[in-house]
């Protein structure tokens, strides 16, 4: 069975929350295509995340948002699965950010 997109966001969030960080969910009024969540993590890091469905597409304004932060310096992921999580917690992990 396929994960849900709300089963993947709670799970981010209990891994961001694990790492000391927070998980908040951006709506931003007149700006289509922002990222789903901004975790904020210990040390002063910033991720923009865009949660998608398995099968799900990446629209046109979500990559220029993606292209956007990137070059503000800032990093963006998308994920797809709890698998991906799994893997952004390993990163996390090596960088030393709280468990």
Known sequence: MAEL???I????GRMVKRRGGLCLKWVCPGWS???????????GRII?????????RVSPMQSWWKTTL???GFRHIYI??????DILEG???LLGVAK
């Open 70 to 72: 990137f070059k503000l």
């Open 33 to 43: 295509g922002v990222p789903d969540r901004i975790v904020l993590l210990p040390g």
């Open 9 to 12: 966001e709670r799970a981010l």
């Open 48 to 56: 923009f995340v865009e949660l998608k469905r398995r099968g799900g």
């Open 91 to 93: 990163e996390l992990e």
């Open 80 to 85: 797809w699965t709890k698998t991906d999580i």
């Open 5 to 7: 997109e709300k089963d």
